[in-house]
């Protein structure tokens, strides 16, 4: 594809130069008004625009929101809100319209008295946008008439104008990414549809639409969905609770404002071991939890504690029960807003305000609290859940300190499968953890045994999302994962942190067959990596290996395939008389059908290989999906395949 580059077009008066100084700003750093140049940022667009139709929501004047992804991966929004203003500025000499989209953070309200609560994570406005846009076009519906402008890098093409009469209001903004700043250019419908339904469940009662003009279904109608929630953050529970057996029937909703800190919670049991909270501020995901959390985690112990202590169901119980135990099975959303929020964290996403831990403990406890002594058959079943926890964690700390005690004191050593690698700079090291001893044994002859590592794994590993935590310790090639990657359990603040200080290699290459077992063992460690390991892909060191699906073969002209695609064009490519039943064609089931210098110059060779590297798009989707493809409940498991089998594979 070969776009052209945008060419800056003739200014159309004086007043624009300072505009232009602001916005040229935005283009000579796009890094730092909206994350980065590659995928996430493109991305970020569109959140940006959104975010300004559901602001228009908030402020009760917008119900419905449509987002089109155009077959020239442009970008349509648009909303039944007021209409971004169209008269006359005077002090900057042009229309508000112009001046929202070349002013940088003109974007929000005039009126000084509605803070921008939604906002992005950079909350910049749609100016940035229009910025980083080789073209982009307004169109406002407002007062019964039509007005429109366009833009190409943030510079207008002509003044805002009038171009027909309307019963409609609302803004309309298509926009395209300038390509000369995006490394990539192509949106993913599953990041949009996954932002725009958590969208819907943090914003009740907003109906947000989205088409994809580029996926043509079967039925000749664009790939599309539809997010709206009544119930919100109580939906929000159930949705992501859907793949798992819930303990108590209705999940319990929480909502208070203290110190105008607007603060909502749903949360409920289920019979899973796994705890999963998911934070948000002003609709941003904070990964990284905070202040927030913390004081939800306070009032949840605290009040859960209190009561049942003096429900007298403790007093049998000869154990120490912890916060932890309180958590067991345990899913919540949590949503503040938060006038000036302060981000802190690796990746800038852990709320740092400390009046916000009080303002949640307050609001939590109070209803909590109310919540048991209304409903004490549940409180019963949840305080027994809380005492089994108790005495599974007994179990499984006396498991990990005998894991541990192996892997620090050097009881093991490495792995007696483990082929490490020579050099001992974990920043260049890489482990394959390969499936089968077969195509273990072709990674550890075809590598580099200065930088790259093979670690074998015999057939399928544990399913974490069924076993309860101590299960994890006794199993073996879980014992080996961890203690090749030099990783262990507990640091100083917290003894189930995982201690990367020791970790030895910086990349952690997951290389399966091209089969359904081989996608079934990939989802298997990355479900490990997910629920116990999270920070090796946070910090961006878990990838998985692309190896070939063919090989073409005429004469002595061999060529790979990594897609239907690549075949078919290099098919016809290589029979260049016609002939296409001259290509010899191999399909590669499993790995172990390369031999071992295949396997280093298709899938292992850093200067031609392509490894994916895994990333979180968003905790409560991922923990769905991982929930989904690995938990105990079936039909949803089959709707997702048969729903997503005609689409690119699952993208985890
Ligand atoms: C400035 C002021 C007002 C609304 C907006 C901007 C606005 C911006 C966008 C961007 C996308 N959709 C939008 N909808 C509205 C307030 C308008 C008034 O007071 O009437």
Same mark, same amino acid.
């Given at each position: 594809?070969?776009?052209?580059?945008?060419?800056?077009?003739? &200014?159309?008066?004086?007043?624009?130069?300072?505009?232009?100084?602001?916005?040229?700003?935005?283009?000579?750093?796009?890094?730092?008004?909206?994350?980065?140049?590659?995928?996430?940022?493109?991305?970020?667009?569109?959140?940006?625009?959104?975010?300004?139709?559901?602001?228009?929501?908030?402020?009760?004047?917008?119900?419905?929101?449509?987002?089109?992804?155009?077959?020239?991966?442009?970008?349509?929004?648009?909303?039944?809100?007021?209409?971004?203003?169209?008269?006359?500025?005077?002090?900057?000499? !042009?229309?508000?319209?112009?001046?929202?989209?070349?002013?940088?953070?003109?974007?929000?309200?005039?009126?000084?008295?509605?803070?921008?609560?939604?906002?992005?994570?950079?909350?910049?406005?749609?100016?940035?946008?229009?910025?980083?846009?080789?073209?982009?076009?307004?169109?406002?519906?407002?007062?019964?008439?039509?007005?429109?402008?366009?833009? !190409?890098?943030?510079?207008?093409?002509?003044? @805002?104008?009038?171009?027909?009469?309307?019963?409609?209001?609302?803004?309309?903004?298509?926009?395209?990414?300038?390509?000369?700043?995006?490394?990539?250019?192509?949106?993913?419908?599953?990041?949009?549809?996954?932002?725009?339904?958590?969208?819907?469940?943090?914003?009740?009662?907003?109906?947000?639409?989205?088409?994809?003009?580029?996926?043509?279904?079967?039925?000749?109608?664009?790939?599309?969905?539809?997010?709206?929630?009544?119930?919100?953050? $109580?939906?929000?529970?159930?949705?992501?609770?859907?793949?798992?057996?819930?303990?108590?029937?209705?999940?319990?909703?929480?909502?208070?404002?203290? &110190?105008?800190?607007?603060?909502?919670?749903?949360?409920?049991? &289920?019979?899973?071991?796994?705890?999963?909270?998911?934070?948000?501020?002003?609709?941003?995901?904070?990964?990284?939890?905070?202040?927030?959390?913390?004081?939800?985690?306070?009032?949840?112990?605290?009040?859960?504690?209190?009561?049942?202590?003096?429900?007298? #169901?403790?007093?049998?119980?000869?154990?120490?029960?912890?916060?932890?135990?309180?958590?067991?099975?345990?899913?919540?959303?949590?949503? $503040?807003?938060?006038?000036?929020?302060?981000?802190?964290?690796?990746?800038?996403?852990?709320?740092?305000?400390?009046?916000?831990?009080? @303002? $949640?403990?307050?609001?939590?406890?109070?209803?909590?609290?109310?919540?048991?002594?209304?409903?004490?058959?549940?409180? !019963?079943?949840?305080?027994?859940?809380?005492?089994?926890?108790?005495?599974?964690?007994?179990?499984?700390?006396?498991?990990?300190?005998?894991?541990?005690?192996?892997?620090?004191?050097?009881?093991?050593?490495?792995?007696?499968?483990?082929?490490?690698?020579?050099?001992?700079?974990?920043?260049?090291?890489?482990?394959?953890?390969?499936?089968?001893?077969?195509?273990?044994?072709?990674?550890?002859?075809?590598?580099?045994?200065?930088?790259?590592?093979?670690?074998?794994?015999?057939?399928?590993?544990?399913?974490?999302?069924?076993?309860?935590?101590?299960?994890?310790?006794?199993?073996?090639?879980?014992?080996?994962?961890?203690?090749?990657?030099?990783? !262990?359990?507990?640091?100083?603040?917290?003894?189930?942190?995982?201690?990367?200080?020791?970790?030895?290699?910086?990349?952690?290459?997951?290389?399966?067959?091209?089969?359904?077992?081989?996608?079934?063992?990939?989802?298997?460690?990355?479900?490990?990596?997910?629920?116990? #390991?999270?920070?090796?892909?946070?910090?961006?060191?878990?990838?998985?290996?692309?190896?070939?699906?063919?090989?073409?073969?005429?004469?002595?002209?061999?060529?790979?395939?990594?897609?239907?695609?690549?075949?078919?064009?290099?098919?016809?490519?290589?029979?260049?008389?016609?002939?296409?039943?001259?290509?010899?064609?191999?399909?590669?089931?499993?790995?172990?059908?390369?031999?071992?210098?295949?396997?280093?110059?298709?899938?292992?060779?850093?200067?031609?290989?392509?490894?994916?590297?895994?990333?979180?798009?968003?905790?409560?989707?991922?923990?769905?999906?991982?929930?989904?493809? #690995?938990?105990?409940?079936?039909?949803?498991?089959?709707?997702?395949?048969?729903? &997503?089998?005609?689409?690119?594979?699952?993208?985890?």
């Amino acid at each position: 594809m070969s776009e052209e580059k945008a060419k800056k077009p003739a &200014n159309y008066g004086a007043g624009n130069i300072q505009v232009l100084e602001g916005l040229e700003a935005v283009r000579k750093r796009p890094a730092m008004y909206i994350g980065d140049i590659g995928v996430k940022g493109l991305h970020h667009l569109i959140w940006e625009v959104v975010d300004n139709s559901i602001d228009e929501a908030l402020a009760g004047h917008c119900d419905v929101i449509h987002v089109v992804v155009n077959e020239d991966n442009s970008i349509t929004v648009e909303d039944n809100g007021r209409g971004i203003p169209t008269d006359w500025h005077e002090k900057e000499q !042009k229309s508000a319209l112009e001046v929202v989209l070349t002013v940088l953070h003109a974007g929000g309200k005039f009126d000084k008295d509605t803070y921008k609560v939604s906002g992005g994570l950079h909350g910049v406005g749609v100016s940035c946008v229009n910025a980083l846009s080789q073209d982009l076009k307004a169109t406002v519906f407002r007062d019964g008439v039509i007005t429109e402008q366009e833009f !190409k890098i943030g510079v207008p093409q002509y003044p @805002a104008k009038e171009v027909g009469k309307t019963d409609k209001r609302g803004t309309m903004i298509h926009f395209k990414p300038d390509s000369s700043i995006f490394t990539h250019t192509e949106f993913k419908y599953e990041t949009i549809a996954n932002r725009l339904r958590e969208m819907s469940f943090l914003n009740a009662g907003i109906r947000i639409f989205l088409k994809d003009l580029r996926e043509i279904e079967d039925d000749g109608s664009p790939r599309s969905d539809e997010f709206f929630s009544e119930g919100g953050l $109580v939906e929000f529970v159930q949705y992501l609770d859907n793949t798992r057996e819930k303990i108590i029937e209705e999940p319990i909703y929480i909502e208070g404002e203290i &110190n105008s800190v607007p603060v909502q919670v749903a949360m409920n049991y &289920n019979k899973s071991y796994t705890e999963n909270v998911v934070s948000y501020v002003n609709t941003i995901n904070t990964y990284e939890g905070g202040t927030h959390v913390t004081g939800f985690r306070r009032a949840l112990t605290r009040t859960l504690k209190s009561y049942a202590d003096k429900s007298g #169901m403790l007093d049998k119980l000869k154990l120490e029960v912890s916060g932890d135990d309180f958590r067991e099975g345990l899913t919540a959303v949590i949503s $503040v807003k938060v006038a000036e929020p302060q981000f802190e964290g690796q990746t800038k996403t852990k709320l740092g305000n400390s009046d916000v831990v009080g @303002a $949640v403990d307050s609001t939590v406890s109070e209803t909590l609290q109310s919540w048991l002594e209304e409903h004490p058959r549940e409180a !019963k079943i949840i305080v027994g859940k809380v005492i089994l926890a108790a005495q599974a964690r007994h179990a499984a700390k006396k498991a990990r300190e005998m894991v541990q005690r192996k892997n620090v004191l050097g009881g093991g050593g490495l792995p007696g499968k483990l082929a490490d690698c020579a050099n001992s700079d974990p920043t260049v090291c890489e482990l394959y953890l390969v499936e089968g001893d077969s195509a273990g044994g072709s990674a550890k002859q075809g590598r580099d045994r200065d930088f790259q590592a093979i670690l074998p794994l015999k057939g399928k590993i544990l399913n974490v999302e069924k076993a309860h935590e101590h299960k994890i310790y006794d199993n073996d090639e879980i014992k080996n994962i961890l203690t090749a990657l030099g990783v !262990k359990f507990g640091t100083v603040n917290d003894d189930k942190e995982l201690d990367l200080s020791h970790l030895r290699y910086h990349k952690i290459i997951i290389m399966t067959d091209a089969d359904i077992d081989g996608s079934h063992i990939r989802t298997l460690i990355l479900t490990l990596f997910f629920r116990y #390991m999270r920070a090796l892909i946070e910090n961006g060191y878990v990838y998985i290996a692309l190896p070939p699906l063919y090989l073409l073969k005429r004469g002595k002209d061999e060529r790979y395939c990594w897609t239907e695609e690549e075949r078919k064009v290099l098919t016809k490519e290589m029979a260049k008389d016609g002939k296409e039943d001259s290509v010899g064609i191999q399909r590669y089931k499993g790995l172990g059908e390369m031999n071992p210098e295949q396997l280093w110059t298709t899938t292992m060779d850093p200067s031609v290989r392509t490894i994916k590297q895994v990333t979180i798009d968003s905790a409560a989707e991922a923990d769905h999906l991982f929930s989904m493809l #690995m938990g105990d409940e079936v039909a949803p498991r089959r709707e997702f395949i048969e729903k &997503n089998a005609k689409y690119a594979k699952i993208d985890t």
